[in-house]
């Protein structure tokens, strides 16, 4: 059972370059988030999908787009990156059944834009 | 959106030594979450609180959700290396999503 998996791990990009990260879940989960972590400040959400064919706006979208392309799928595209976009990106999926339930997260995604 | 204050940032103990975090919010919470990450993976839930005073335990590890609901605590008892790591909060934040906290990250010391 893989869970969260996500791809790439690592990933250079220049300043300007387009990239999308990809994420699946296999726990029949109808949720899914993106976050990103930088030091000190934790884990800020990107987006999210509540539910397959609907997307909403987290904390920090700016500069991001999302596509659920499937219950499985949760897709986050950077169109034109940008340094202050370095960071570790995570993908994480959850459960309807009950409020707040809790996150399964992937490992992660450690992009470093120059 | 909520705020949540997490404390320490940062501890460096000896192994065996007994841990406490805790994390504070600007309002009202129902549910607290506690989560590890161990280095280079990503967060694994520990401990999911759902009422005000309740006190959980995950082996070495024990919750409380304050009773103020504003506020949980973490304490890990006899640290092992593996205890490794950065331990964040979590509670509800806008749009009935999770927020988090900073983290605290632990460094066991042999």
């Known amino acids: 059972n893989a869970g969260v998996t996500q791809t790439p791990k690592f990933q250079v990009l220049k300043t300007g370059q387009s990239m999308t990260l990809q994420c699946a879940q296999d726990m029949n989960h109808n949720s899914m988030y993106w976050y990103r972590q930088d030091p000190g400040m934790g884990l800020r959400l990107i987006y999210y999908s509540a539910s397959e064919g609907t997307t909403d706006k987290g904390e920090v979208p700016n500069g991001y787009n999302v596509s659920r392309l499937n219950k499985r799928e949760f897709s986050l595209r950077l169109e034109s990156a940008a340094p202050s976009q370095t960071s570790v990106y995570f993908c994480a999926s959850s459960d309807l059944s009950a409020i707040y339930s809790p996150l399964h997260f992937g490992n992660g995604t450690r992009l470093t834009v120059t | 959106g909520q705020q949540l204050n997490q404390s320490p940032q940062s501890m460096f103990i000896q192994e065996g030594e007994d841990v406490s975090m805790n994390c504070t919010s600007s309002s009202i919470f129902n549910t607290w979450l506690w989560y590890k990450q161990d280095p280079g993976e990503g967060p694994v839930l520990l401990i999911a609180l759902y009422k005000a005073g309740e006190l959980t335990s995950n082996g070495r590890l024990t919750a409380q959700f304050g009773i103020t609901r504003k506020d949980s605590f973490l304490n890990i008892s006899a640290s092992i290396p593996s205890d490794v790591g950065i331990y964040f909060c979590?509670?509800?934040?806008?749009?009935?999503?999770?927020?988090f906290g900073s983290g605290t990250q632990l460094t066991v010391l042999p």
């Open positions: 979590a509670g509800p934040g806008s749009a009935r999503q999770l927020t």
